[in-house]
């Protein structure tokens, strides 16, 4: 019997045995090797995830060894007892100095102190370390005025906004671009590395803090590594400023970053949380292609009896996957949950049948980055509160939102259409178990994992080898090395207005010094001037307009991943001139499903192009492929207002915009301006003092109703007064607003 059985069976034990289990957990402990001290670890944190079965006459010396390793969240958990007073003292040392109801663990309390002195500090530690904590415990030290959080996500930057709720006497929290800094308290930024570079008049930072700091490497193959470079490089032209950058499973970074910076390395394999592995992959059956059959994938999940997140490579992949097994259950006569108010929500709002509705209803979420952002939340939010069992998920998942899963079921071994390598595995595998919810996770391996490989971090702000000319140019002159040189002098060369504009775009220069040309000519040529120079939201040509722009720019700005879903500029248009006029994602959706079942019936059904066509009753009359014509829209035009209605199309057309506004007014002719338009389309037609609601994870249906009933005690409001008036009359507000609205109202605000 191995230790691990051992421990499964700890209640069991013979004194001897359990004597002798203590003492080469022990020994391990003690070892002057780190792999040996992390297997006893790990040892360790078993016994503790079986606490209960402990023999009480046996704990104390167990606490003890507990005590010595740092475990000092789990001695309050259990309200373990501490009987030596060397131990209870420092189990107060440990307590946290800041925040009423915490204690650090060992490593974390080091790097606490480290952050807390005002070192640079770049961390390497696992996913389960609790690194995130460090953040709550640097705000509420209030040892900086202001404060830069950049993460990867709205989504985490909300969940980040909502830990941080408690400071908001001491900080002014600050997510949108539009809002201006407090002058008479702190002001912790929470932006995107794109928010960071927009955000005018940024107060001198005194601490940038960097989650997931990995994407700053071009390797990773991120298209946003530029933005987050130079937003890097713009905050810390502060001599003062500090940083504190913080990812997991990283051994390396550039050399020579840290003696530059005068910072510190830490890195650590310490963990609260211990991941044991099942290897599956060789006894599932696999499909064409390689894809684990369905009805293996269904065998596992079956068989599971905690909660678990099932990693696939593609949101189009974990809806399928989801559909199916939420189609699986039900033939099983699965009971089904209706205590979900996202449930009706979708039902009332979207005019389709959305296979979501049963998957919830069946205690299934999906979880990806094109739904809207209240649903996710609220699917999270759900697998928290253990309303949901099954989590099917993608990437997203893996960028630092935090679940109560147990298990992670690794069914894809792709991310999109790039193979995961070991860093990705690392991260999808650590998000098995949860600090202080689950000492103990499980990986289930329905793919073989790639080989372990070393993870070095390149910084193109700073090793300049390779860089692309957008992130080079935000470097002062001083320091930019000699191989780079030329190219700078180029870019120095040029008109300053131009520098100013090319810079402010943040997108590729030399992309943008070839539209240069380009546009020249058609501002010159009276015949298609007016393609370039428009202004008119109901202009006739909107449609020719939004062709034009898509065209000049699909080819240049879209880089990484994005080019391998870029859609038809024809497509993109219609689709952005519907929004325009309707801005109704519902009438979207609704209006797509209608176009999917007419070219199925005109397939299909003989002379049905002479009939009166209704999508209610082809809903009735084929329900099977009405809920897939209804998926299928659901899925595309979300995926479409997020990724691009909401960020991309806004960017081309200011990116646009502001070059023929350049060179018209070089040639001394009137120039278009569809910088309105652009704002117009990225806060969803709202008002910029309202858009912060939808910033918050509100429901765009939520928004609506408020501004129908109270919209004209809100006009002229700022931002953090909206805020406040909302929260102030919420009782009066929530009498017109569904279940779910409300829900999401008293979870945002």
């Not at 189009?316 to 996202?342: C, M, V, W």
Request: proline fraction near 4%; aromatic fraction near 10%; charged fraction near 25%.
């Amino acid at each position: 019997m191995d230790f691990f059985q051992q421990i499964d069976n700890i209640a069991l034990l013979e004194p001897a045995a359990h004597f002798e289990l203590f003492r080469s957990i022990s020994n391990a402990l003690n070892s002057k090797d780190s792999g040996i001290q992390a297997v006893g670890r790990n040892h360790l944190i078993k016994v503790i995830d079986v606490w209960e079965d402990v023999p009480s006459t046996l704990k104390p010396m167990w606490e003890d060894l507990i005590e010595a390793v740092g475990f000092y969240p789990y001695i309050e958990k259990y309200k373990m007892t501490l009987t030596d007073l060397d131990a209870r003292i420092r189990q107060e040392y440990h307590r946290s100095e800041y925040i009423f109801d915490k204690t650090l663990h060992s490593k974390q309390k080091e790097l606490s102190d480290l952050i807390l002195s005002k070192q640079n500090v770049v961390v390497s530690a696992p996913t389960s370390f609790g690194k995130s904590l460090l953040i709550e415990e640097i705000v509420a030290s209030g040892i900086y005025t202001n404060i830069v959080i950049i993460q990867p996500t709205l989504a985490l930057l909300d969940e980040t906004r909502i830990k941080l709720k408690r400071y908001f006497d001491q900080y002014k929290v600050i997510v949108r671009t539009s809002q201006s800094a407090s002058t008479e308290k702190g002001n912790i930024f929470l932006l995107t590395a794109e928010r960071v570079l927009e955000y005018p008049d940024m107060p001198d930072i005194e601490l940038l803090i960097i989650d997931e700091f990995y994407k700053l490497s071009k390797q990773r193959e991120d298209n946003r590594a530029n933005i987050l470079n130079i937003a890097f490089l713009r905050l810390m032209k502060n001599p003062s400023c500090r940083f504190y950058l913080l990812g997991p499973n990283i051994d390396n970074i550039s050399p020579g970053f840290l003696e530059k910076y005068n910072a510190v390395f830490y890195k650590t394999d310490y963990s609260l949380v211990y991941t044991e592995t099942e290897n599956l992959y060789d006894a599932v059956k696999k499909k064409p292609g390689g894809k684990v059959s369905y009805e293996d994938i269904f065998a596992v999940l079956d068989a599971t009896e905690d909660q678990s997140l099932i990693f696939c490579s593609s949101p189009s992949t974990a809806r399928k996957l989801a559909f199916a097994y939420s189609n699986h259950l039900e033939a099983q006569g699965n009971e089904q949950n209706t205590d979900i108010p996202l449930i009706q929500w979708i039902n009332e709002n979207l005019g389709v049948e959305w296979s979501l509705a049963h998957c919830l209803s069946n205690g299934i979420g999906i979880h990806d980055g094109s739904m809207p952002k209240h649903i996710t939340v609220s699917t999270i939010k759900y697998f928290n509160d253990q309303k949901l069992k099954f989590l099917f998920c993608t990437n997203t998942i893996i960028e630092g939102v935090n679940t109560s899963a147990k298990n992670v079921i690794y069914y894809d071994s792709k991310i999109g259409t790039r193979d995961v390598d070991y860093f990705d595995y690392a991260n999808i595998r650590g998000r098995a178990g949860r600090l202080m919810e689950h000492c103990v996770g499980r990986v289930i391996n329905l793919k073989k994992p790639p080989q372990a490989k070393e993870m070095s971090v390149d910084i193109p702000a700073y090793t300049q080898n390779p860089i692309d000319d957008e992130v080079l140019v935000n470097i002062e002159k001083a320091e930019v090395k000699p191989f780079n040189m030329e190219r700078y002098q180029r870019f120095e060369n040029l008109p300053e207005e131009l520098k100013i504009i090319l810079k402010r775009n943040a997108v590729s220069i030399k992309d943008q010094l070839e539209l240069l040309p380009i546009i020249r000519a058609m501002l010159i040529d009276p015949h298609r001037r007016g393609d370039i120079v428009w202004s008119e939201l109901r202009d006739r040509n909107l449609y020719n307009h939004l062709c034009i722009i898509f065209d000049l720019v699909k080819d240049r700005f879209v880089e990484g991943n994005d080019k391998n879903v870029l859609i038809s500029t024809k497509w993109m248009a219609t689709q952005t001139v519907s929004y325009i006029y309707n801005k109704n994602i519902r009438q979207m959706i609704v209006e797509r499903v209608a176009y999917r079942a007419k070219e199925y019936l005109k397939k299909n059904v003989p002379n049905s192009a002479d009939m009166h066509f209704s999508l209610q009753q082809f809903m009735v009359e084929y329900p099977e492929m009405a809920r897939q014509f209804a998926d299928e829209a659901v899925e595309t035009i979300f995926k479409f207002q997020k990724n691009w209605l909401q960020y991309k199309i806004p960017k081309w057309l200011n990116v646009v915009d502001s070059l023929q506004k350049y060179i018209a007014a070089e040639l001394g002719m009137e120039a278009g301006d569809y910088s309105f338009i652009a704002e117009a389309i990225e806060n969803e037609f709202t008002a910029a003092n309202i858009q912060i609601l939808t910033e918050f994870g509100i429901p765009s249906s939520a928004i609506r109703k408020i501004l129908d009933r109270y919209g004209h005690h809100l006009k002229g409001l700022t931002e953090d007064q909206v805020v406040a008036a909302i929260i102030r009359n919420r009782e009066l507000i929530y009498r017109c607003l569904s279940v779910y609205e409300i829900e999401a109202l008293e979870r945002c605000l």
